[in-house]
């Protein structure tokens, strides 16, 4: 078995690493942050985990973190007025 466990494992990643080749590193990174949310519903509605309060709350810091990012990302960031050093 741990003969197999190495071909097996470099499998999914040598077919991702030609797949990202592939695409936009935007939709490459949206798939990334997407991907985690997609394994919590398949958890919650397709295996039968629990979701309790606290992984509500959790996701949601999570979701409005990327938010944050994606929001200073798009609008740029505030720059303050440059102030000429006076010589000393």
Known sequence: MLIVGG???AL????FAAGA???RLSTL???QYF???ITLVLATLGF?????RLDAITFGCVWAALLIVALEGRF???RAPAVDAEPL
């Open 7 to 9: 071909p097996l494992t």
């Open 12 to 15: 999914p990643l040598t077919l």
């Open 21 to 23: 080749r592939r695409i």
């Open 29 to 31: 990174g949206f798939l």
């Open 35 to 37: 991907s985690p949310s």
């Open 48 to 52: 039968g985990e629990r979701f309790t």
């Open 76 to 78: 740029g960031r505030i």
